[in-house]
């Protein structure tokens, strides 16, 4: 799971400008991880992107990631 959070906060990092305040947490419930990442006011657009775009993007790669540890990845994005 530590390798799944790096690289979340791997992606996150290079999209936002205010690398300080971004806060990524994590809810483990049997085979499912959910990550909550939440970054500073006004960075959300960012993140999610164009209807929605880059944030499907960043829940398929963690999806991916997360298939060769036969986890079920979900990433929350909490403003």
Sequence with gaps: MEKLEKLLQFI???LIEKKE?????YDVIDDTIIFRVSV????????????GLTAN???GV?????VKDKLNVNVEFID
């Design 12 to 14: 996150v990092k290079e």
């Design 21 to 25: 305040e971004i806060r990524v947490t």
């Design 62 to 66: 963690m999806q991916a990631a997360g």
């Design 40 to 51: 500073a006011k006004g960075e959300m657009g960012k993140l999610i992107g164009k209807n």
């Design 57 to 59: 993007a960043i829940r």
